[in-house]
């Protein structure tokens, strides 16, 4: 039994002994397998790390070479202020948006650097045989004097009208007394501006004029000074100013702009062309430095645009409007708004939606991007202190990278004689803009209402003045829409608004900048406008859209008149005086904000 039992015990221990042989066989047969395994695993992985090397280096050689041999940006957001319609653009573009600014304008023989029918209208200003000449109706011992009030454009307007009115009173005209105290700072004399004997000889028909007032009894002649109501027609100046002319016998009339009627008879009509025209030329010396940088634009492109773009802190703070700057913006223009205690609380949503705020220079660059003018055009900008330098300027170069000016295809040596003289700065702007292919603004001031009369006169050259009531709405649905269906509703908005014949209707807006009384037509413009009957029709509601912001962007001296006394109530209050000091409710600083 015993030794059964031991037999067993043997047997057991012999069978525990195998097992754990086993077991150990197994475990290093395992571990054999774990290290085979992680040795084909590692081979694996770095055959995969050595392809994703190689897929990555070929990337970014390819990355390389695309920065290398592709074109520059049109627009780099590094350079572009933060708040900039343009950034957002490009921005969006990125993003893979809808709205996206092409650097192609185009097809610009499509008609973007004329106007269609031009050719069918010309100038002509010349008197009727009724008109009744100088020597025939000027009375002896019966002298006005005006004194303008403004900048160079709206002292003009001044001159031209003086004219007129000289003719109107029977009077020998006095060389016009140009504005040297105004906002605008300018010493200048006539004679140092305009041609003053040209102006002299070529109106000697006309009216006759005198360089300076004789003496009255060997001793100086004061005149009587006194005002006139802005728009003062023929019947006006009998009623009201003739008397006193007649009785005094010398008379200036001070502050002398817009203090004529737009609605005249013809021949008068046509006398104010024949002045503002033909008699009224700049001094050889700034009509040859004009000519030198028309010239050198001309050098730089067959065609090119001239902007005129108003854009100055005093003239933003004085409109009341707001551009998106923030606290910051309303800060600095409000400061500057507080000038001018009779403004009222300025609403600028209001003037936005009225289209009575300046386009800012990126919109005036979208604006002409839809208008199909590529970001190839050369652009002449004759502006004065831009409100945000140039982070405010920098998405229009973004757009138009040919970007130019006075100061930079003139040297500081050949602007120095005119530089430190306001008007004559403003006059090579006026010689460019008048000789530019197309001209655009972003305002509604003196010197764009000017020139898009002269334009009209020869030539009906293409002139852009912006519905901004209409792209105002669609600036700011801008993102909820493509390119293609923004830049079709400017061009429809624009419709009547290009400087084509007949697109502002006969008698409105200021005569100054729709000269319709000087304007015939050629033989053969009544086939024309039969063939282009339905084409006018099609455009009449645009049309009915130019005289409505033609009314609500009346000049804005006339925007003015609240400030100012009303002198077409209160003529009788107006103080006859040989004094120079004016009255504190004139404040003419306010009125030549806008006096381009």
């Not at 973004?398 to 040596?413: G, V, W, Y």
């Amino acid at each position: 039994m015993m030794l059964t039992n031991l037999k067993q015990l043997m047997f057991s221990l012999k069978m525990k002994r195998k097992k754990r042989e086993r077991n150990n066989i197994l475990l290093h047969g395992s571990n054999d397998i774990c290290v085979e395994l992680n040795r084909i695993l590692w081979r694996k992985r770095h055959r995969i790390f050595s392809l994703v090397s190689f897929v990555s280096g070929c990337l970014i050689l390819l990355l390389f070479a695309v920065s290398v041999f592709s074109p520059p940006p049109a627009a780099n957001l590094l350079f572009l202020p933060p708040h900039s319609l343009v950034r957002k653009e490009i921005a969006a573009v990125e993003s893979n948006a809808v709205f996206q600014v092409p650097t192609s304008g185009g097809d610009l023989d499509r008609g973007l650097w004329s106007t269609s029918r031009s050719k069918l209208y010309y100038g002509c200003s010349n008197a009727s045989n009724k008109f009744q000449t100088a020597d025939m109706k000027t009375y002896p011992n019966r002298y006005l004097l005006i004194s303008t009030s403004g900048g160079l454009n709206q002292q003009r307007t001044g001159i031209v009208d003086s004219v007129v009115a000289a003719y109107i009173l029977n009077a020998t005209l006095v060389v016009p007394r140009l504005d040297q105290r105004s906002y605008w700072k300018d010493a200048s004399g006539f004679a140092e501006i305009f041609n003053v004997d040209r102006f002299i000889s070529s109106l000697s028909r006309d009216v006759k004029i005198i360089k300076e007032l004789p003496l009255k009894g060997g001793q100086p002649w004061i005149p009587r000074r006194m005002a006139v109501p802005r728009k003062c027609n023929e019947r006006c100046y009998q009623t009201r100013v003739l008397p006193v002319l007649t009785k005094k016998q010398a008379i200036e009339l001070r502050k002398f702009d817009y203090r004529l009627s737009n609605r005249l008879e013809t021949d008068l009509q046509k006398l104010r062309c024949r002045v503002n025209y033909h008699a009224l030329t700049f001094t050889d010396p700034i009509l040859d430095m004009g000519k030198l940088l028309v010239e050198r634009m001309r050098m730089k492109a067959k065609h090119f645009i001239a902007l005129h773009l108003r854009f100055e802190p005093d003239m933003l703070a004085f409109t009341g409007c707001y551009y998106g700057g923030g606290d910051k913006e309303r800060r600095e223009l409000g400061k500057i708004r507080r000038r001018w205690k009779a403004l009222h609380a300025s609403n600028p949503e209001k003037m936005r939606r009225q289209g009575r705020c300046p386009l800012t220079p990126e919109e005036i660059g979208l604006m002409l991007r839809a208008l199909g003018f590529g970001s190839d055009v050369h652009i002449y900008v004759a502006s004065g202190e831009v409100y945000g330098g140039e982070e405010t300027l920098a998405p229009l170069k973004a757009l138009f990278r040919n970007f130019h000016s006075k100061e930079t295809i003139a040297t500081e040596a050949e602007l120095a004689p005119f530089s430190s003289f306001s008007s004559r700065m403003a006059a090579l702007d006026y010689i460019v803009c008048d000789e530019s292919d197309v001209f655009v603004s972003n305002n509604n001031g003196n010197m764009v209402r000017m020139i898009a009369g002269r334009r009209r006169y020869f030539g009906h050259k293409p002139t852009i003045r912006p519905n901004a009531k209409k792209l105002y709405k669609l600036f700011m649905a801008r993102n909820n829409m493509t390119w293609e269906e923004f830049a079709t509703k400017v061009q429809a908005f624009q419709v009547g608004f290009m400087g084509a014949p007949k697109e502002v209707k006969p008698g409105r807006g200021e005569f100054h900048e729709n000269p319709t009384s000087c304007i015939c037509e050629t033989t053969g413009t009544e086939t024309i406008q039969k063939e282009t009957q339905e084409e006018d029709h099609e455009n009449d509601n645009n049309g009915r859209d130019t005289a409505e912001v033609n009314d609500e962007q009346d000049p804005i001296e006339e925007d003015l008149d609240w400030i100012e006394d009303d002198y077409s109530d209160n003529i009788k209050d107006l103080p006859d005086t040989d004094s120079n000091v004016l009255t504190k409710q004139e404040q003419p600083e306010v009125e030549e904000l806008f006096s381009d």
